[in-house]
């Protein structure tokens, strides 16, 4: 099954967007398989979004990113990393469609709410940056319904 790396930036901690966030990637039928909020350190945050070293937007990024906490999530699916991106929208709000999480709640093209790996191999990369194997889950929905409660 397809994994990819969701990423809500500080601009969405900020303003109380995570549970929106979050029902919208599971209303999709999507599987959360890890969840953690982090405050990235310079060096993890420039690890992450490396391959925009260089660029000239990166110093202003790489600062955005250190200004508050982030939710990171694993998320699961048959063609996942693709239509994840599809319920974020355009990195630029207004050429995002306004039913995106973009559309509907970012201010500019970096404070955009939302991050989403752009392709698998960038996923297993940004997976990796950001979580330890141990902390990722794998279940059957089948398994949930039959154990006991707590």
Known sequence: MERTLVLIKPDGVCKALVGKVLQEIEGQGFKIVALKMIRLEEKKAKEFYHPH????????????MLAAPSIAL???????VKKIRKIIGERIPEEAAPETIRGQYASD?????????????????EIECLFHPEE??????????ESEPG
């Open 53 to 64: 070293k260089g660029k000239h937007f990166f110093p202003g990024l790489i600062k955005f």
């Open 136 to 145: 990722i889950y794998s279940y059957k929905k089948k398994d949930w319904l």
């Open 74 to 80: 694993v998320v699961e699916g048959k063609g996942v």
């Open 109 to 125: 093209g970096r404070r955009n709410i939302i991050h989403g790996s752009d392709s698998p191999i960038s996923a297993e990369r």
